[in-house]
């Protein structure tokens, strides 16, 4: 009995961590589904209606950056039948990015890499906030 008095203690702490743990890793995950569902409606967005991107833009300076890219998606989603997958990491591009992006998408055609966005999104309902973007 005294053992198990003495081990109680660790036993909840390892519960609470494993806890925090386990949402923490939830929570990530439904944010990291949220930016994938809205990243691939991008592309039929802007292909109707190109201006759409003044509104989830952080800076206008990436506005063509932006616009190539979505477009260059487009185009050769459009060679391979409108086929594109987008690949949703957590944390900022190391090539192009500053460390304020939350998350990085990826636009692969045929498993080949077209263009990616840097992206600032906080929860699975928040707006999809562009801070990068560029073209392989």
Known sequence: MNNIRRYIGLILILAFAGGISWWSAE???SVSSHVQHEV?????LFHVDPSFINNIIIDPIIKPTLANSLSVVYLKSKEFGGDYAVIVTSGDNDKYGDGT????????????EVAGLRIICNSDTGPLLIAGAWTQ
């Open 27 to 29: 929570r990530e995950s």
């Open 40 to 44: 691939v409606k991008l592309i039929p």
């Open 101 to 112: 992006a939350t998350h990085v998408a990826v636009f692969q055609i045929n498993e080949e």
